[in-house]
């Protein structure tokens, strides 16, 4: 892939769900990128409990040519 991994959008049925990438050279690979998925639950958040059950669905939407959507589910307890 041409230049640096970048989220173009998320879409979370939590509104509040703050989801960022950031580069982790730790990872990277034979010229790969290696990238680490950051999720936060910014301070004064109501609480929430996700289970695995009723997760939350969470879709990125990227720049990367052959993977522009990622789809995964996230189950949390916050307070």
Do not use: W, Y
């Not at 996700?50 to 040519?65: D, F, G, Y």
Request: hydrophobic letters at 35%; a neutral charge; one cysteine or more.
């Amino acid at each position: 892939m041409q230049g640096p991994f970048r989220l173009e959008s998320v879409e979370s049925s939590v509104s509040f769900l703050k989801i960022s990438v950031e580069p982790d050279p730790k990872i990277s690979t034979d010229g790969r990128q290696g990238i680490r998925f950051v999720i936060e639950l910014p301070p004064g958040s109501p609480p929430l409990t996700c289970t695995p059950s009723a997760p939350v669905h969470v879709t990125l939407k990227t720049n990367h040519p052959t993977l522009s959507q990622i789809g995964f589910d996230i189950a949390f307890v916050s307070r």
